[in-house]
């Protein structure tokens, strides 16, 4: 099951005002199932601003078939970064997409848009467009929304989400490609939903459970693991070169 949302329609998902959801360093990502490409941006997971700061997100530009992530301050929003892939998004299958933010890096290397889709492992794509900055503020008590913004405007999505998430950090490729199709509570994870339960929507792991503004139950779920199948742990480690998975805090992130 997931939640399906309507294109520029009212659905959200509201999971309250956390300030620590959203870090500076951050992985941020969901498997969507977009039904249409024929529109402008529309949210996947969003931080609403609070006057001109601290403003963050992921979403898609469904027109071009990009995905977009950004995290800005100062007004109008013109310092931070801002990311749109290339055209990768395709309508009606279920894809994995993820952002690497770096709020206190000005390069641009330091940001990274990833993409996989079905039983594709994710692995980054290339950018339409690019902007690097310090985009790093205080971060204050605003909601945290899927699907909407939260006033449920003209940037609803067109299609499902399942697994939105909040990475604190920088995963490795290979730490990604492990939690795309195997979600569950990591080291850094700040922020994990399930969708499609009825009533609240609840979350493993940061913030209140999710509040539903119209969006609705719907059958689909992109391939993955069971959530209740645990992470493989080991005796040793190899980071690189050996041939192992990588180890953090004792728990390796191999694809299982």
């Not at 941006?41 to 609070?50: A, C, D, I, R």
């Not at 690497?100 to 993409?115: G, N, T």
């Not at 492992?121 to 790093?136: D, F, I, R, W």
Request: a neutral charge; proline letters at 7%.
């Amino acid at each position: 099951m997931a939640l399906r949302f309507t294109l520029n329609g009212s659905q959200r998902v509201d999971y309250g005002t956390a300030v620590g959801l959203f870090p500076d360093t951050c992985l941020i990502g969901a498997w969507i199932y977009p039904t249409t490409l024929d529109s402008t941006y529309q949210v996947v997971l969003e931080k609403t601003p609070s006057g001109y700061s601290d403003y963050r997100g992921l979403g898609i530009n469904a027109s071009t078939g990009t995905i977009s992530a950004f995290m800005r301050r100062g007004a109008p929003f013109d310092t931070g970064i801002d990311m749109q892939s290339a055209a990768v998004l395709i309508a009606n299958r279920w894809q994995f997409i993820a952002a690497q933010l770096d709020a206190a890096s000005a390069e641009d290397l330091e940001q990274q848009i990833y993409y996989g889709l079905e039983r594709n492992p994710a692995a980054e794509v290339s950018y339409l467009s690019q902007t690097a900055g310090t985009g790093s503020t205080t971060p204050v008590a605003t909601p945290l929304t899927v699907g909407n913004n939260i006033g449920g405007g003209a940037e609803g999505f067109p299609g499902l989400i399942q697994y939105p998430f909040v990475i604190e950090g920088r995963p490795s490729l290979k730490e990604i490609v492990d939690f795309q199709f195997n979600p569950r509570i990591v080291p850094g994870l700040k922020f994990l939903s399930i969708l499609g339960r009825p009533g609240v929507q609840p979350v493993l792991a940061g913030g209140t459970h999710g509040t539903v503004t119209g969006a609705v139950m719907a059958k689909g779920e992109p391939p993955i693991l069971p959530l209740s199948r645990p992470a493989k742990r080991y005796s040793f480690a190899s980071v690189s070169g050996g041939g192992g998975p990588a180890k953090r805090d004792g728990m390796f992130f191999g694809v299982m």
